[in-house]
């Protein structure tokens, strides 16, 4: 798992790995693989926005069960259209790394995003800070 300590998460928010997908015997991958997995995601670009999705604070949480990389993350909005293209995004980018062979994505809605979980680096791009 990658703590997100740059991040205020109120305790009933806090990111811990979903087990509920897991199946039996299987456990999450040492911390220098999830790391290189949260390091990828970046290159995940959200279309509309132009930002990658972890500095956007769309990413909350990055587990590998067995040989795949489960995302727990949220999109700028519920009715965005774009959860499939972010599936497809995020499948090709892990899916590089030979130790991972599927991923799965887990969208949530809790917390809702906003622009507060967004990165300096992201709130730069956007020309909201310097």
């Not at 911390?31 to 995940?44: F, N, S």
């Not at 999109?75 to 980018?93: E, F, V």
């Not at 130790?99 to 909201?128: C, F």
Request: overall charge negative; aromatic content about 6%; hydrophobic content about 40%.
């Amino acid at each position: 798992m990658v703590d997100r300590t740059d991040r205020q998460w109120p305790d009933d928010q806090a990111l811990e790995p979903d087990d509920s997908h897991a199946a039996a015997g299987e456990s999450h991958a040492p911390v220098p693989l999830v790391a290189q997995l949260y390091d990828l995601l970046h290159e995940v670009i959200d279309p509309e926005v132009g930002v990658n999705i972890v500095d956007l604070g769309l990413v909350f949480d990055v587990a590998v069960a067995g040989r795949r990389a489960d995302v727990r993350m949220t999109l700028t909005t519920p009715g965005c259209p774009l959860s499939g293209y972010m599936d497809d995004a995020i499948r090709r980018t892990l899916t590089r790394v030979p130790e991972i062979q599927d991923t799965y994505m887990n969208l949530v809605w809790e917390p809702a995003w906003g622009p507060h979980l967004m990165s300096d680096e992201a709130k730069r791009q956007l020309g909201w800070a310097q």
